[in-house]
């Protein structure tokens, strides 16, 4: 019952912090614009290069046309604009200018409110995004090879992928209370995902030891998995077990997370808020 | 029966370590080595209680440990010793319930997001709070009454000046109705006028909630306005605990007399005021102000009248800020830092 009203009053929360984040949000449209922009432009660019190549090759690379990567990328565009996260970018400024310290006098945990803000703008930017994928879908006409399945199981795959990015993503952040250098793990974390993601190409692509490689590491479950749930790659027994790798690494990563955590808040409150 | 304190602290410590470097390369280098560090000792064994609904002054000059304890009460530092509860609990487990309790108002920090109206603000801490709504909108409307917010608080908090946004601020911190409140400078940078308001509802607020209150300000004023009673911190270490009244007469070893001639008097230099007591007027007027010491008043008194032609006099007390920077500008004890090497 306590359990319930405190699930309630959480609700409560959610729904007033989106509808405060959803109008702070609206005040920044031009940022919100060029931030876009440059979401939509990467995966423009990587499909110009591989449908290139693929031109090149007499039509197809490893049996894919332009077509497909077409279908590939656009779905990119959408999984990676609903997964990605910025709070590794602004953890530090958020300890240093005392942020975190108001925080820590709230009866809620700080990720709430991130998790929110990250939502708030998801929900504003799809108003564009769509648009660019029809748009997109216009110009480069990709192929889909989906049945009704595929695009059942996607929606929660695209949830697991973001719970696994954003977690793992503000774990990542939680190196500002060691480090004033955060900048460069982020970078090389970004570097990884890029990689590993399925974000710069189709994995399977990829040499046989790095795809080996990538279904071990996390990265993977961020974003390969539900773009190729959606493409229609995947059987029902694959899309099950993707789902259930992916529950498996959110409770890791939750786990670790809670005990970075800890360790984190004793430091910071033993050096001073 | 006593009245079971709600804020009570034994011996609470807390200790910085700072790295020492010293410029150069040379010390670089060594440092990535064997680094030197420095202990601080921010708060140094402090104890005392307050009682529900005591509205405490807690003075002391920069750097005392005033604020050290004040984010140790919070919930935000965890001590180096000692122990501290309130509300009954222990303030760094940061317990949801003794969050919901206290609130910390700094003068210095904004929880108002700026680009929306305050009143969303008020919104979203009802949420995080979770207070219930019809308390919340009862809650709501008496602080906006209190403060005098209405026309306020529909407007973009970017577009308030300070004094206006501080009193945003507060309504907002006290929206869960907590009955604890750490107010650390709550009227810095305000305008007179304003930091009158300010003083009035939180005697306002204290009478009304019964709310316990633990004040630092560097307006005497502040203090004089609502402390009956006083805690000093000085090199971390509690220096006094009482009565502001007694504060002054423990502290003050000097009172001050003003006084108007009848008539000019020439032969009166500034060696010859010395003989009486210390100029402390600037000169420019007539009235004449001298510092004598306390125990001499009377005697000195007699003196002047009995050689001048005094049309006026009058003796006082010393300010109670120049009480207190007496107080403040006693000597650091040598326990206060402590060095050692890690």
Redesign the interface.
């Known amino acids: 019952m306590t359990a319930l009203r405190s699930l309630g009053?959480l609700g409560?929360?959610y729904?007033?912090?989106l509808?405060?984040d959803l109008?702070?949000e609206m005040?920044y449209r031009g940022a919100m614009l060029i931030w876009l922009i440059g979401a939509v432009l990467e995966p423009l660019v990587f499909l110009a290069v591989w449908s290139a190549a693929a031109a090149a090759q007499g039509g197809a690379i490893d049996g894919l046309t332009s077509h497909d990567f077409a279908a590939y990328f656009i779905a990119s565009l959408v999984v990676n604009q609903l997964t990605f996260s910025w709070v590794m970018w602004e953890f530090e400024h958020y300890i240093r200018e005392?942020e975190l310290?108001?925080d820590?006098?709230?009866?809620?945990h700080p990720i709430h409110q991130d998790i929110c803000e990250n939502w708030a703008h998801k929900l504003l930017t799809m108003t564009v995004v769509i648009p660019a994928v029809i748009l997109l879908s216009l110009v480069f006409e990709p192929a889909w090879h989906f049945e009704a399945w595929s695009l059942l199981a996607f929606l929660p795959a695209l949830l697991f992928a973001f719970a696994l990015r954003f977690l793992f993503d503000w774990t990542l952040a939680l190196i500002a209370f060691w480090t004033t250098r955060t900048a460069s793990a982020n970078q090389l974390a970004q570097t990884v995902f890029l990689f590993f993601s399925g974000r710069l190409a189709p994995l399977s692509l990829f040499p046989p030891v790095l795809v080996t490689i990538s279904f071990i590491l996390p990265f993977r479950w961020m974003l390969a998995f539900p773009i190729e749930l959606i493409l229609g790659q995947l059987t029902p027994a694959q899309a099950l077990w993707g789902m259930a790798i992916q529950l498996g690494w959110i409770a890791a990563i939750l786990l670790l997370m809670r005990f970075v955590w800890r360790v984190a808040i004793?430091r910071f409150?033993?050096?001073?808020? | 029966m006593s009245i079971e304190p709600v804020i009570t602290l034994n011996n609470l410590r807390k200790v910085y370590t700072v790295p020492v470097r010293e410029g150069g390369l040379r010390a670089a280098a060594r440092s990535l080595i064997a680094r030197e560090t420095r202990d601080i000792v921010a708060v140094n064994g402090v104890s005392f209680t307050v009682a529900p609904g005591e509205i405490v002054g807690f003075l002391g000059p920069n750097g005392a440990g005033k604020t050290t304890t004040l984010k140790m009460l919070a919930g935000l530092l965890h001590p180096s010793d000692g122990s501290a509860r309130v509300l009954g609990y222990e303030p760094w487990q940061r317990n949801h319930d003794f969050l919901r309790g206290i609130t910390l108002v700094m003068g210095n920090r904004n929880q108002l997001a700026w680009d929306i109206p305050a009143l969303d603000s008020f919104d979203l801490n009802r949420a995080v709070y979770r207070v219930p709504r019809a308390q919340y909108m009862r809650t709501r409307d008496e602080l906006i009454e209190m403060l005098d917010l209405s026309t306020l608080v529909n407007q973009p908090v970017r577009n308030l000046s300070l004094g206006e946004r501080m009193k945003c601020e507060i309504a907002a911190s006290l929206l869960h109705s907590p009955s604890v409140l750490f107010l650390d400078e709550p009227t810095l940078g305000l305008d007179v006028t304003m930091q009158r308001r300010i003083r009035a509802f939180v005697r306002a607020y204290s009478q009304q909630y019964g709310a316990t209150v633990l004040l630092t300000s560097h307006y005497m004023a502040d203090v004089e306005a609502l402390c009956k009673r006083v805690i000093v911190i000085h090199h971390g270490a509690l220096l006094f605990d009482g009565d502001l009244t007694a504060l002054v007469d423990r502290f003050s070893s000097s009172k001050t007399i003003s006084l108007q001639l009848g008539e000019a008097v020439p032969h009166m230099d500034q060696a010859a005021w010395a003989a009486f007591g210390e100029r402390i007027d600037d000169g420019e007027d007539s009235l004449i102000r001298l510092r004598v010491p306390k125990a001499q008043c009377a005697a000195i008194t007699g003196r002047l009248l009995a050689t001048l032609p005094i049309s006026d006099l009058t003796v006082e007390e010393t300010p109670i800020d120049q009480v207190i920077e007496e107080v403040f500008a006693q000597p650091q004890t040598d326990i206060a830092t402590q060095e050692a090497r890690t």
């Open positions: 009053s409560d929360y729904r007033v912090k509808k405060t109008a702070i005040q005392g310290a108001a820590l006098l709230r009866p809620i004793r409150s033993a050096v001073g808020g």
